[in-house]
């Protein structure tokens, strides 16, 4: 199942043949749950509501090409991934919006740059995600023992404090990698006071310029070939967290058009 | 900075059409008016009470089923520009962001007027969804009263707002400059010695103002702002005011608690000699 999604207060969508950047949000919901549904639709509905324009760069998403689909049926996770793989292929840029990091653990295919607040085994593998390629784990503040302890030693961990206070050791980890990379972001990353994506808060994340700059840095560093959002499944409709999704969501569209991506 | 006015006249302004992402600002005067009961006044930074010995009127002149704008526009400028005619400086509260309109209008036409807009949008849309008096329009319109105008904290535009902005050379500072340093207070110095202040709650963090129905992440903080405030009034004879779209609800007593403390400040701000 696929919906074609309104993406964007009065603007219009490309189409899937002539964009560059492809939204993917792999739903549970139905077409009809827009403005209702929980997690990526929320995010995709809330996009709606905000202006299409990134002041940053001076540039629109739209200017590049932003083409946006749900995914649904009965494993969305899958069917986006096969979308994302086919829009890599066509030469398009895919970011997949999901409930949780099942999504990163089935996307990322290059060394990865994950920007988590916190590391468990709940939803996926993660110990053994962070270990597949090459690893940045920041932004991180919380997480269960075992999953502590069984993070690979080539995991670079960089805590929300030191990314806050101290970003240029983000920065020298960045410059180790050499081709662009894949960035998950989880909204968890984000403190609280700016987002309350999900029911487990833990204190002390990035503000939003935090998170906005740590993205950049990827960006103007390695570069990006790929990314997902995720962290969205506690995300209620028509919450300020939906409109901080879809704020994330401009600001890597926003970098793409500025031409930083990989 | 001009004389103290004689009196205060706070004007409950509860009409709300045009919001869209979420409803609830219609409620936003009489919470605010209840919260205003019930709270001590004492403002440290002021060092007093900035209520008391003011002279003050609480005007409702209409109620949430006004749902034409220009009607409204035209019932809240009668009451504007009466209290400024009898030398009051009134403080209107919102309800959604275009019940702005009939007070600078009124203050317009009492002489040349600079407009200092606090806000996360840039409210400079022509028209939107077809509809030139929506909240996302009210700057534009009032840059159509040929006023001169200052955006702070702005940090959500569409293109063709951007582009007027830089056509018109308009005066707009982003939110993250608000934080970064003080060089764009200099920007006071080029308005009309008038000034109209309009308070968008969503200028502010979310963090410190959830209750707002289009928040934007990245806003301005409580303190930075007040500190602005004391500069603008210092400089400018702030001849009316007003506080919008707050959206009351369970759970954002903050967003309630930081209004009606923003209506005080600026009541203290403008009677520097009373209590």
Known sequence: MTLTIDFGFSDSSASWTDAYLALLFACRAQPGDVGRASGPLAVADASRFIELFEMQVGLSPLDIGTYAEAVGGDDPVETAVARATEARTRGMFPIIVGDDRRVTERHSAEPLVALWGKVGRIEADETALLGRHPAILAGVRAATNNAFQAIPQTVTIITARTLIEQREIFREALSRFKDPVHLSIDLDVLSPAVAQTSRSLEPGGLSWYGLMDAIEMVFQGPGVAAADLVGTGQVGPRTPAALMGSQVLLRLAGLLAAGLGG | ?275
């Open chain 2, 1 to 275: 900075m001009s004389d103290a006015p004689a009196n205060l006249g706070i004007v409950a302004l509860p009409f709300e059409v045009s919001t869209s992402f979420r409803k609830g600002t219609s409620q936003g005067p009489e919470a605010i008016l209840e919260e205003f009961d019930r709270l001590d006044h004492f403002d440290f930074r002021l060092g007093r009470d900035p209520f008391r010995g003011v002279p003050r009127t609480i005007v409702k002149p209409h109620g949430p089923e006004i749902i034409d704008p220009r009607i409204e526009q035209a019932v809240a400028g009668r009451v504007a520009g009466e209290l400024l005619d009898n030398g009051g400086f009134p403080i209107s509260l919102g309800g959604e962001h275009t019940v702005s309109l009939g007070p600078v209008r009124a203050a317009r036409t009492r002489g040349e007027l600079g407009v200092v807009q606090l806000d996360a949008h840039s409210d400079l849309r022509d028209a939107y969804e077809g509809n030139p008096l929506s909240h996302a329009c009210v700057m534009r319109r009032v840059l159509d009263m040929d006023c001169r105008t200052l955006g702070l904290g702005i940090r959500s535009m569409c293109r063709e707002e951007a582009d007027l902005i830089a056509r018109r050379g308009l005066d707009v500072v982003p939110a993250r400059e608000i934080t970064a340093g003080r060089d764009w207070w200099r920007l006071v110095d080029g308005l009309p010695e008038r000034v109209y202040l309009t308070v968008d709650l969503d200028y502010f963090d979310p963090a410190d103002v959830p209750a707002v129905g289009t928040p934007e992440p990245g806003g301005p903080a409580w303190d930075e702002t007040l500190a602005f405030l004391e500069h603008l009034f210092s400089t400018k004879n702030v001849v009316a005011a007003d506080i919008v779209e707050l959206m009351p609800g369970p759970g954002d007593e903050s967003s309630l608690r930081l209004a009606v403390r923003l209506l005080g400040f600026i009541t203290g701000l403008r009677f520097p000699r009373a209590g």
